[in-house]
């Protein structure tokens, strides 16, 4: 059923990357249940603006799960209490009348802040940039079942396939690691033959630029898979580290 | 070197080291399991090991591996913590299938270090390094009763075990997964078998440091 909640919003308000930032804390009235988290931070920033207020910034883009550019860490968790779903897919029926609710950005020293609740994920682009694509020569369409893929096998490169890189792995682990969002980037194409031919360049590339900018070392707490709005499996990691020594072994 | 300046390479160090020492507690736990039988038998395993040059290479090796494994985790925890960045967040929530132990690993292998440190003193210091110095070493019985006869021993030996048990809980399967042995079952049945490793190997130890502690305390 749908009600109206009346909560206090605890947002970190930062002016620009080098400027000092603190948590300011905004008096929320009246809004829907049924309204959507990202659509809340709207009507709060109406009202910013309408008082004169600079309004809180945060990344966002299509609001149905798949973009991966909202973020938000709310109470403790990245995309908010609900799990495996992003933070345009969170709604206000999670929360309670009276809640205080905490809203901060990714924090990682790989992930600086831009602004307010903004950061800079160009990391995970530059990631991507190392390795994470399968080269083609140009040429005629080969015919779709001229490699056959075993169903498990295409299954798991799609799962796989489904990260968003919106950094919530790195978010939610203690050692600021990217290896959930590297080893989904790398697993995607490890599964497949498309994929074998440039393997061991790409998992040695990605890694190293991974460790090049900052990422910590895995620890195997699993708080990444336990956060990750598109559930990517801890098991990736396994492979991404199988792919690496076997890469390392061969060289 | 890779194993130095990659951060997969630097986990399988962690790794290898983790499962020689898990190795090295189940041995030492089955040799101690010799004296809940007879004293006389345990004195001759004392008497195989030592001083002599396998013993002495054994404890080289296995000196490494602690010292490897230690220094690593140092290592590892100061550029995690430079990796996570200066602000901590305001709130934060570990998520049901996060285990505690595995965002406690340094803190338990401080307390472990400490218990080491300690055990070191108790037997090492007292039966090998004194045959290495060319002096009369304790015969195992005798440092045992050394050491037991005091009670305070036992409850800072069990808080020892315990530290470890929860160490190897976690290390056990983190070892297997950070060499890429995992996939989604054997993730499960790593854990499995590394929590009844871990138990049966400690739940020994603590039965034979309570029985050492009646037999020579009361």
């Known amino acids: ?10 947002v970190w308000r930062q002016k620009s990357p080098k400027a000092q930032g603190q948590f300011v804390t905004y008096d929320v009235n009246d809004i829907p249940t049924d309204t959507s988290f990202l659509e809340m931070l709207d009507i709060v920033n109406e009202q910013l603006i309408e008082k004169g207020e600079e309004p809180i910034v945060f990344d966002h883009d299509c609001r149905e799960g798949i973009c991966g550019m909202c ?3 709310v109470n403790g968790h990245p995309h908010g209490p609900a799990t495996g779903a992003t933070t345009c897919q969170l709604y206000m029926r999670r929360f309670n009348d009276g809640d205080t609710i905490t809203v901060e950005p990714w924090r990682s020293a790989a992930f600086p802040v831009i602004k307010d609740l903004m950061v800079n994920r160009n990391a995970f682009d530059q990631i991507q940039q190392a390795g994470g694509y399968v080269s083609f020569n140009t040429g005629g369409a080969q015919d779709a079942n001229a490699i056959p893929i075993s169903k498990v096998a295409a299954d798991e490169a799609m799962d796989s396939a489904s990260c968003i890189g919106c950094g919530a792995c790195v ?13 989904a980037k790398v697993s995607q194409f490890a599964l497949l033959p498309q994929g074998r031919a440039e393997a061991k360049k790409r998992v040695k590339a990605m890694l190293s630029k991974m460790d090049e900018l900052g990422f910590g070392n895995c620890t195997n707490t699993g708080a990444c898979a336990a956060e990750c709005p598109k559930n990517i499996k801890l098991s990736n990691i396994s492979r991404l580290n199988r792919e690496f020594l076997g890469a390392k072994c061969s060289d | 070197m890779w194993l130095t300046n990659s951060s997969i390479g630097r986990k399988v160090v962690m790794s290898v080291t983790g499962l020689f020492l898990i190795l090295f507690l189940t041995f030492h736990a089955l040799m101690n399991a010799v004296s809940l039988i007879s004293f006389d038998a345990y004195e ?9 040059w396998y013993a002495l290479v054994g404890t080289a090796v296995l000196a ?93 030996y069990l808080i020892g075990f315990v530290a470890i048990w929860f160490h190897i809980t976690h290390g056990f399967w983190s070892a297997f997964q950070s060499l890429g042995a995992a996939n989604e079952k054997w993730i499960e049945r790593f854990k499995c078998i590394g929590w009844w490793w871990a138990t049966c190997v400690m739940a020994l130890f603590a039965i034979e440091a309570c029985y050492f502690t009646w037999f020579f305390a009361f």
Not at chain 1, 171 to 183: P, Y
Not at chain 2, 44 to 52: D, H, P, S, T, W
Not at chain 2, 114 to 126: S, V
Request: aromatic share 12%.
């Open chain 1, 1 to 10: 059923m749908e009600k109206n909640i009346s909560f206090k919003l605890k």
């Open chain 2, 64 to 156: 490494a591996g602690f010292v490897i494994h230690i220094i690593y985790a140092f290592w590892l925890t100061l550029q995690n913590r430079k990796a996570r960045g200066t602000d901590r967040y305001e709130v934060s929530a570990r998520p049901k299938t996060v285990e505690w132990a595995s965002q406690n690993m340094l803190v338990l292998g401080i307390i472990v270090l400490c218990f080491l440190l300690l055990h070191l003193f108790h037997f090492w210091a007292k039966m090998q390094l004194p045959e290495i110095m060319g002096e009369a070493p304790l015969r195992g019985k005798e440092a045992l009763e050394l050491a037991f006869s005091q009670v305070w021993v036992l409850p800072v």
């Open chain 2, 44 to 52: 001759a395993v004392c008497e195989f090991l030592g001083a002599n």
């Open chain 1, 71 to 73: 973020s938000l860490y």
């Open chain 1, 171 to 183: 978010a939610a682990c203690k050692n600021g690691s990217a290896m959930l969002f590297v080893s």
